[in-house]
């Protein structure tokens, strides 16, 4: 099913100055080109049945892991089969490598490596990259610039397979009941949260919300904040930014009927249908897809991310979802002919098509974009392409431990007893004595 044919062609022109400027603006991360002359590479052995195990570190329904993993590779290669393990009770990382028994690949975004890292499960690709003199150039700068963070002197421990994007979903049906204007690409956060007032209110018995801000490290990459001090280790909570962050959120927060906040949620928005507008990435155009499927569609669209004055435009910071190779794998080869070979152009082209970026940089894969998915159909896909990601920022191991410390924080300041630049010096207090005893134990071990 396609998308509208002139709606259609203004998305393809925009997606396409959208990818080739960032290219432009950004490194090149080019290790074919650059790599010294090696010897010609044996033919892989197709007679050979080779088994692996990809571990899910992130959910994917089993239809989307055949279409897009297990039957290309399959095709491409008949000798390989693909057993997928996933993430839960007795199957968490560390348990399978207690058990010996981790699997050969794993499936999982950029920012949520440090579990595996600390396990040294991650496997340095760049042997394989030049003994099958796979060029890295074809893949967008932006993610493997934000893949080689992982990395302390070059390593490549992840292919990418498609890029996230991120964008404001709206409820058309609120709008219409309220009588209030569809939102428009290029809002500031102040804008939107304004907008939101004139829907959060209650009708019938049922209370509205205008907007949930939803992600406070969204919100920090899109100011280009950074977590964790490189050097010295210490969090960063007090930065002025995460200040103006606080007020951002308790500007929405505190409009007359948003006191309630557990009811402001993705389910909110996906399942109750009483909040209007929501923040996220492309994983909802698949859980919109999965709703209407059951019977029940949302009346719904989208439009650029909200941003701040001095960063038009700049979304969620850049995020691919990506295959690795597991250290402990005894079939490493053959996992990098798979990660390797679903960046090429037909499984890349299924991945636009079904409405996922592509991380090839041909223009040419994004005049298909969308074009599998019904529930893109009509819809205003410029605005994914109007939202430009923002570049990957100074990460540490030990971001986590000072994110997670946000959350409560701005808890506390909603409860009123405490000002925001008390709640994120305690914060940040908390965030140190953590990185503290990690570090601690780390030496200990």
């Not at 701005?410 to 008390?422: R, Y």
Request: proline share 6%; with cysteine; net charge neutral.
């Amino acid at each position: 099913m396609t998308i509208g044919r002139r709606s259609k062609t203004i998305a393809v022109i925009t997606a396409i100055s959208f990818l080739l400027a960032m290219l432009t603006s950004c490194s090149k991360g080019n290790g074919a080109e650059e790599a010294a002359p090696v010897p010609a590479v044996e033919a892989f052995d197709t007679s050979k049945p080779v088994h692996l195990k990809l571990y899910m570190g992130l959910l994917q329904p089993d239809e989307w892991i055949q279409r897009h993993i297990i039957v290309p590779v399959q095709k491409k290669y008949p000798n390989i089969s693909i057993e997928i393990v996933r993430r839960g009770k007795g199957s968490n990382p560390d348990e399978l490598v207690v058990a010996g028994n981790f699997p050969d690949l794993i499936y999982e975004s950029i920012p949520r490596y440090a579990v595996y890292k600390d396990l040294g499960l991650l496997y340095d690709m760049n042997d394989f990259i030049k003994k099958y003199k796979f060029d890295t150039s074809k893949l967008n700068p932006l993610v493997v610039d934000a893949l080689k963070v992982w990395g302390e002197n070059g390593e490549l421990y992840h292919m990418p397979l498609w890029m996230n994007f991120s964008v404001l979903y709206y409820n058309k049906d609120i709008f219409d009941k309220f009588g209030v204007a569809y939102p428009k690409d290029g809002m500031t956060w102040d804008e939107a949260i304004e907008l939101s007032k004139a829907l959060t209110k209650t009708q019938d018995g049922i209370t509205y919300h205008g907007i949930d801000p939803n992600s406070i490290t969204g919100m920090a990459h899109q100011l280009s904040l950074n977590f964790v001090d490189q050097k010295t280790h210490r969090a960063l909570l007090e930065d002025d930014g995460f200040k103006r962050i606080f007020q951002t959120f308790l500007s929405a927060y505190k409009i007359p009927g948003n006191e309630n906040r557990s009811k402001v949620s993705r389910d909110a928005f996906l399942k109750d249908r009483k909040l209007a507008m929501y923040p996220f990435y492309a994983d909802m155009v698949t859980l919109l897809a999965d709703t209407a499927a059951k019977g029940t569609p949302l009346n719904w669209d989208m439009v650029s991310l909200p941003s701040f004055p001095e960063r038009p435009g700049m979304g969620y910071e850049v995020d691919s979802h990506n295959l690795s190779i597991a250290s402990s794998s005894a079939n490493k080869e053959a996992a990098f002919l798979v990660v390797s070979y679903l960046t090429s152009h037909e499984p890349q082209l299924e991945l636009s098509k079904a409405g996922y970026l592509p991380v090839s940089t041909d223009p040419e894969l994004l005049k298909s974009f969308g074009t599998n998915q019904p529930e893109l159909k009509g819809k205003h896909v410029d605005a994914i392409f109007k939202t430009k990601p923002s570049p990957f920022h100074k990460f540490t191991l030990y971001d986590s431990l000072a994110t997670g410390k946000l959350s409560p924080a701005l808890t506390e300041a909603e409860k009123g007893g405490k000002d925001i630049n008390t709640v994120l010096r305690e914060a940040s207090e908390a965030a140190n004595k953590a990185i503290d005893e990690k570090k601690l134990g780390s030496s200990s071990k």
